[in-house]
């Protein structure tokens, strides 16, 4: 099965820099997603990772290792837009879904 | 556009009275899913179809049916809401030939059961 692990709460301030970590156990890897939700709205995309480093898009970059289990999402330049859940999600293995952790509510400050 | 729609949005009714939320989707996706999410407990799977046919459960799928006789309509149906299943439900479709499994997801449904 899958197990996936992040924080509950960050708060950061607005133009930083803010890291979300997700730690992950998987019988069978097929990458790592993670979403932005923000409050009582649908998930939507932000990225994939397959292979092992930094995948930058934007103000936003994903990290992967697939040896430590580990990723993590870095938001730079942070906006008071950014305010969301942050949701890290693992394909079940021989299953068409998603297995999403918990999820990460970031607070963005003045 | 490009969209996963669900009906209705917002929905309050009483134990044991059937009901059904309807989700569709344009985009020819052959894989569809539902998702209920919990405050505290993320977003989980019920139901999720890989193609017309073709269903199987997900992690909570008790007290929950599905049906897939169209490839572009999933609904989920409630035969005997309860209290516990009061939730924001949510849809999600997304195509084997994506390659990155990349769902798209529907607005949500919030079902109140009272």
């Known amino acids: 099965g899958q197990n996936i692990d992040q924080p509950t709460e960050m708060t950061a301030t607005e133009g930083a820099i803010v890291q979300i970590n997700c730690t992950y156990q998987?019988?069978?890897?097929?990458?790592l997603f993670w979403y932005q939700q923000h409050a009582g709205e649908a998930p939507t995309f932000l990225s994939y990772?397959?292979?092992?480093g930094l995948e930058e898009k934007g103000r936003f970059s994903s990290f992967l290792s697939r040896s430590k289990g580990y990723s993590y999402l870095l938001l730079k330049e942070l906006q008071m837009k950014d305010s969301a859940s942050y949701l890290c999600?693992?394909?079940?293995?021989?299953?068409?879904?998603?297995?999403f952790g918990s999820g990460t509510r970031l607070q963005v400050q003045p | 556009e490009a969209q996963v729609t669900q009906n209705p949005r917002y929905l309050i009714t009483v134990t044991g009275k059937k009901l059904t939320v309807t989700c569709s989707q344009n985009?020819?996706?052959?894989?569809m899913s539902w998702y209920r999410q919990d405050p505290g407990l993320g977003l989980r799977q019920i139901y999720y179809?890989?193609?017309?046919?073709?269903?199987d459960k997900g992690d909570v799928p008790e007290g929950y049916k599905v049906s897939r006789k169209e490839k572009r309509n999933f609904p989920l149906i409630l035969e005997s809401p309860s209290p516990n299943q009061t939730s924001l439900y949510f849809c999600?479709?997304?195509?084997?030939?994506?390659?990155?499994?990349?769902?798209?997801f529907g607005p949500g449904t919030r079902l109140t059961v009272t």
């Open positions: 999600a479709s997304s195509s084997p030939g994506q390659g990155a499994l990349e769902q798209y």
């Open positions: 998987t019988s069978g890897f097929n990458g």
């Open positions: 990772n397959v292979l092992d």
């Open positions: 999600a693992v394909p079940g293995t021989g299953r068409r879904a998603l297995t």
């Open positions: 985009m020819n996706h052959e894989y």
């Open positions: 179809s890989m193609n017309v046919e073709v269903t």
